[in-house]
Each structure stands twice: as structure tokens, then as C-alpha cells.
């Protein structure tokens, strides 16, 4: 978890398999986000799914897989945030993140994408990206806790 995550380089049908592991495993978690290390590949690989509308949790979640992603722009705005991490159960802390970002990468065959994300799915990206990089959120919090079953946290 602490060593940076090696560039894909080849798209081949077992990344396409990792890929469908690392949703299954984040779906049951239940998690908003997994990073390839975390399942103990040390690729860059992240899948993301969130609520379209952060104030309906029953709106459709959209899925992103991406390969090889790389935070590219990140407004100056930043704010700050709960964040929790299914690699450190039980805790969680306050961290600082930019508003928005521009990431770009590769979907699962290789194809370039670009990604305009603000909010919190802004949010979940750059937890992500940072376990790629060797980062944990207790790295960047402010204050690391552990939750009351009141306190609703979404986990990655």
C-alpha cells in the first residue's frame, strides 16, 4: 500500500478481470472506490461509483474504470472533507481536497479519457489516485477518529 503503483502497459483480458474483481470487491464492501493496490496489484487501476445526485441515494450510480489515471488540473478552491478508507476499517478523518479536478487516463482497452469532476466524486478520485501513489487518507487528515453509529461516512 505504500510503494507506487506501476503504469499499465499492456490491455490484455486479465486487466479487463482485475477490473470486474475490483468492482465486485468494491460492491460488497460496499465502497465508493477501490485502487488496484489495495486488492494487492500494484497497477494503476482505479474503479470509482457514486450517486449521480449526491442528495438522492437512490439515483442511478455511475461507473468509472480507469487505467493509468493522472490528476492533470486542480482548482485552487479547496474544501475540506470526511473520508474513511476500506484499507483502515474503523477509522476515519478530515482531509483537504481540491474542489475540482481534470484527470485523464485510459479506459479498460486502452482508449484516452478525460474527466471534468467536481465535488464529491472530485473527492473519491484523488483518494483514490493517492493509494496509487503510496498515499493513505491518514497521511493528508487533519484529525483521524473513530466513527459513532450515527456519524454516516462514505468509505472507499
Known sequence: MRRKAKKVTRFTPELK???DDMVETMREAPGVGLAAPQVG?????IVVEYNEDEEDEESPKR??????PQIVAASEETVMGIEG???????VGEVERHLA???KGQDARGKPLKLDLSGWVA????HEIDH??????????TKV????EEEEIYID
Open 145 to 148: 477518529w473513530k466513527p459513532s
Open 85 to 91: 478508507c476500506l484499507s483502515v476499517p474503523g477509522l
Open 101 to 103: 479536478v481534470v484527470v
Open 63 to 68: 461507473l468509472y474504470t480507469i487505467v493509468n
Open 17 to 19: 478481470t482485475l477490473i
Open 41 to 45: 496489484v500494484q497497477q494503476r487501476v
Open 123 to 126: 473527492r473519491i478520485f484523488q
Open 132 to 141: 496509487l501513489d503510496g498515499v493513505m487518507f491518514t497521511d493528508r487528515a
